[in-house]
Structure formats: C-alpha cells, structure tokens
Nanobody, 122 residues
Framework: QVQLVESGGGLVQPGGSLRLSCAASGSIFSISSMGWYRQAPGKQRELVAAKTSGGDTTYADSVKGRFTISREMTKNTVLLQMNSLKPEDTAVYYC????????????????WGQGTLVTVSS
C-alpha cells in the first residue's frame, strides 16, 4: 500500500559528498516522521537522521555537522545531504517512514525502503 523508493547512493572518495533521496507513494493519509538508517557489514542497523512533520530533527552523533536531513512535505520526500564523507560512512542506507493510511479506518505503518549502497573509498 505504501512504498519508499530511494536513490542517490554510489561510490565517492573520502571528503566527498552525496545526496540521498527517498519518495513515499501509495495510499498515504499523512507522514509523521521520515528518516534514514544505515547498516554496515557485520553491524546493526542504526539511525542516521530523522525529521518529524513538526520539524524536530535527530542526528546520530557520528554525522552531526556533516549530514543534513530535509523534507519536502508536499512531495512526501526526504533528502539526506552527506558532506565530508568518511570510509566509516560506508553502509547500506535505508529510508524509513511512519505513515498513517486510511482505508475503512486509520492505521499506522512503519515502512522501509529497499536500501541504497554508499561506499566511501579512495
């Protein structure tokens, strides 16, 4: 019923930049929060950044000052601008959204994208 489609991953040298984009589509009534998680090989998935519809923003300590999350509310899109990338930022990045859908009733869903690989290497 709801899909998240990510784009923007790839290979970049240390110190470079990438921008990830995620668009939500489907039977969406509202989105309370959208964000990005990442999972490096052999590690648990971790929160990178998230932004609520009210504007509250959360960042992992490891990306503060380097990454910026933004939302285009009318397009149900979330962007992650990643600057000063480091090899330790290498991971699969997943888009996440807390969505309300309306069928016969209102239902809360947590939706995940398929993931996009970011590789930081020289």
């Amino acid at each position: 019923q709801v899909q998240l489609v990510e784009s923007g991953g790839g290979l970049v040298q240390p110190g470079g930049s990438l921008r990830l984009s995620c668009a939500a589509s489907g039977s969406i009534f509202s989105i309370s929060s959208m964000g990005w998680y990442r999972q490096a090989p052999g590690k648990q998935r971790e929160l990178v950044a998230a932004k609520t519809s009210g504007g509250d923003t959360t960042y992992a300590d490891s990306v503060k000052g380097r990454f910026t999350i933004s939302r285009e509310m009318t397009k149900n899109t979330v962007l992650l601008q990643m600057n000063s990338l480091k090899p330790e930022d290498t991971a699969v990045y997943y888009c996440n959204a807390d969505v309300v859908i309306k069928t016969t009733t209102y239902s809360d869903l947590e939706v995940w994208g398929q993931g996009t690989l970011v590789t930081v290497s020289s």
